[in-house]
């Protein structure tokens, strides 16, 4: 799968990579297709810059892909380029989330209880 990017949404890209401190930056992609790999995903954001990783998580129990995933881009700048890029782009009837990943959160007991699994 190919896509065309309007390469007139990074013209401030030069400017950031020059004053980045290399660190790397994760990203959560979401609402991807099942035929999507992580091969490919690599591939969409190599032309924003390094991707250190890249990978579709699936299902531990059936391998299904479970339609996100992450990629870690070498630099914060390469990293918001690749969002700018990316975000919100069609591919096969579904549209691409891309955002930067967050800290996960705990959860607290099993579905909808009260925080703690604490009953009354």
Wanted: hydrophobic letters at 35%; glycine letters at 10%.
């Amino acid at each position: 799968m190919l896509f065309i990017i309007d390469l007139t949404r990074f013209q401030q890209v030069d400017r950031l990579c020059h004053k980045e401190i290399l660190v790397g930056k994760l990203l959560y992609v979401g609402n991807l297709t099942d035929s999507v790999s992580s091969k490919e995903l690599h591939e969409w954001f190599t032309p924003f810059g390094t991707v250190r990783s890249a990978q579709v998580i699936t299902d531990p129990d059936t391998g299904r892909n479970r339609r996100f995933g992450f990629v870690e881009m070498d630099t914060d700048a390469q990293a918001q380029t690749a969002i700018q890029g990316l975000h919100d782009l069609e591919h096969e009837g579904r549209w691409l989330i891309v955002t930067e990943a967050k800290q996960r959160e705990k959860r607290f007991g099993y579905g909808g209880g009260i925080p703690g699994g604490q009953r009354y």
